[in-house]
Nanobody, 123 residues
Framework: QVQLVESGGGSVQPGGSLRLSCAASGFTYSRYYLGWFRQAPGKEREGVASITPSGTYTIYSDAVKGRFVIYRDNSKNTLYLQMNSLRPEDTAMYLC????????????????WGQGTQVTVSS
């Protein structure tokens, strides 16, 4: 059974940094495409970043490009999102997702999801 568990969220001031983690189990992690998404209250789920199974290729939304970095450690079955220069508009629930075939920022194709970790950026 696929399990994804996010951690690392919290409250931070604008300009600060956080690193999110997503621990995975129950599937062949190194063969899966992974992604980070976020959802703020009253808004649709938004793709933030995605990474290929080997970690060679990554894509980012325009909203986070240059500030966030997605990477993975296949030896630890863990996905990360390093978030720098955080802004109030980054406030949201952050979720990780996994899929065996899809690589991109659309949420619907991802078939496996974690429960999320809350990030709040406020002064």
């Amino acid at each position: 059974q696929v399990q994804l568990v996010e951690s690392g969220g919290g409250s931070v001031q604008p300009g600060g940094s956080l690193r999110l983690s997503c621990a995975a189990s129950g599937f062949t992690y190194s063969r899966y495409y992974l992604g980070w998404f976020r959802q703020a209250p009253g808004k649709e789920r938004e793709g933030v970043a995605s990474i290929t199974p080997s970690g060679t290729y990554t894509i980012y939304s325009d909203a986070v490009k240059g500030r966030f970095v997605i990477y993975r450690d296949n030896s630890k079955n863990t996905l990360y999102l390093q978030m720098n220069s955080l802004r109030p508009e980054d406030t949201a629930m952050y979720l990780c997702a996994a899929d065996s075939t899809y690589y991109g920022l659309a949420s619907r194709p991802f078939r496996n999801w974690g429960q999320g970790t809350q990030v709040t950026v406020s002064s």
